[in-house]
Every structure is written in structure tokens, then in C-alpha cells.
T-cell receptor
Framework: AQTVTQSQPEMSVQEAETVTLSCTYDTSESDYYLFWYKQPPSRQMILVIRQEAYKQQNATENRFSVNFQKAAKSFSLKISDSQLGDAAMYFCAYRSVNFNKFYFGSGTKLNVKP | GAGVSQSPSNKVTEKGKDVELRCDPISGHTALYWYRQSLGQGLEFLIYFQGNSAPDKSGLPSDRFSAERTGGSVSTLTIQRTQQEDSAVYLC?????????????FGPGTRLLVL
């Protein structure tokens, strides 16, 4: 079974600075999807960014970008120009192409200091 | 509605009682997912529906858990003879189609507390 590991339970960043959240995963599949979700205190899960494994180019979405290293099975999230509203739990997730199951990491709590 | 809705938002029950959790997906979304999030943990996949069918039920933690979906819309997750370890937030998500471009939209969750 696939596993997703987020080794940083909590991180802090100064407002306007850059922070990188780590995620590694284990799979024997060659094609899959990777996601980063944000969960603020409201509990609502919000999709931040998505990466298809067959695409070599790293996905970007405004201030959010990923560093996808397929061989290393690593999928880190970089948040540039951090804002107070970025404070939340961030979850890394894996989805198999052939099976509609999602596997989530345990999350990283991001604190943003003013 | 504009988004995925879930009811109730909070549920307190006594050990041994049955509970039903409801999910209303975004209109037209054919795929529906249930997850469980225990305190301080990530999301645990429970079950997935494509239309009214659940091709994979292996994520359900025990036979006390069941789910159904009717009319390709509303889904109900039922937990029978609740146990204290069932206490968690139950999240529902829907997507337009379970294809390569799928994006899941999550509801606000139901927080279940079993006393």
C-alpha cells in the first residue's frame, strides 16, 4: 500500500518569507497524482496545488510551487512571500491513477509570524 | 448549493448507539468520498462512490461502518454500535468525474464524539 510521510509536524515562518514543507511517499506505481491541501481552523480542506507524476515540470500556483523529485519520491511545497492567511495545517496526498483512493500524510502545522 | 454540505456539523452520542452522517455533494458531481480524521492525524480514506456504486469498500474500518448513496447524490455514512475510538471528524468530498483531472471539493465535516 502507498504511504505518505510528512516529517515536520510543525513549522514557523516570518511573514513575507519563504518556507518549504516536506513530503515523501512510497509507491511501486509509475503514474499517479500528488496534492497539497490546506486545512485552516474552519476544517474546510482546500486544494492548494496538484502534480501529475508523468509531468516533469513542477507545478506552480501563484505563491505556491512544488519540487517534485520522482526518483526520490519527494514532493515538497514552497510557499513564497508567506502571508498570515497561509497559517493552517497542510496535508500532502497521493492518489493512484487506477484506484480512486487517496492517501494522506499526517500533516504539517504552519505558523506565520507577523 | 455552491459547495459540499454535511450534517450534522457536530454529533455527540453514547457508546453503543447508531449514528448517521449525511453528505450532500456538489450538484452534478458523480464521485463522492468519505474520510475520517482523528485528532491530530491525517485523513483516512474510508470509501468511494462512483454514482451509486462503491467499487472499493476496503477502507471501512469494520463491519460496523456502512455507506450508501442514492440517486447519485446524497450519501449516508452509518456507524452501528459506536465505540469511543470512532470519535473523529468525518469528511466528505465530491468531484465531477474520477478522471485524471479530478479535483476533490471537501465539505466542512461532521465532528463525532462518542461518550
Amino acid at each position: 500500500a502507498q504511504t505518505v510521510t510528512q516529517s515536520q509536524p510543525e513549522m514557523s515562518v516570518q511573514e513575507a518569507e519563504t518556507v518549504t514543507l516536506s513530503c515523501t511517499y512510497d509507491t511501486s506505481e509509475s503514474d499517479y497524482y500528488l496534492f497539497w491541501y490546506k486545512q485552516p481552523p474552519s476544517r474546510q480542506m482546500i486544494l492548494v496545488i496538484r502534480q501529475e507524476a508523468y509531468k516533469q515540470q513542477n507545478a506552480t500556483e501563484n505563491r505556491f510551487s512544488v519540487n517534485f523529485q520522482k526518483a526520490a519520491k519527494s514532493f515538497s511545497l514552497k510557499i513564497s512571500d508567506s502571508q498570515l492567511g497561509d497559517a493552517a495545517m497542510y496535508f500532502c496526498a497521493y492518489r493512484s491513477v487506477n484506484f480512486n483512493k487517496f492517501y494522506f500524510g499526517s500533516g504539517t502545522k504552519l505558523n506565520v509570524k507577523p | 448549493g455552491a459547495g459540499v454540505s454535511q450534517s450534522p456539523s457536530n454529533k455527540v452520542t453514547e457508546k453503543g448507539k447508531d449514528v448517521e452522517l449525511r453528505c450532500d455533494p456538489i450538484s452534478g458531481h458523480t464521485a463522492l468520498y468519505w474520510y475520517r480524521q482523528s485528532l491530530g492525524q491525517g485523513l483516512e480514506f474510508l470509501i468511494y462512490f462512483q454514482g451509486n456504486s462503491a467499487p472499493d469498500k476496503s477502507g471501512l474500518p469494520s463491519d460496523r461502518f456502512s455507506a450508501e448513496r442514492t440517486g447519485g447524490s446524497v450519501s449516508t455514512l452509518t456507524i452501528q454500535r459506536t465505540q469511543q475510538e470512532d470519535s473523529a471528524v468525518y469528511l466528505c468530498a465530491s468531484s465531477s468525474t474520477p478522471d485524471r483531472e479530478e479535483t476533490q471539493y471537501f465539505g466542512p465535516g461532521t465532528r463525532l464524539l462518542v461518550l
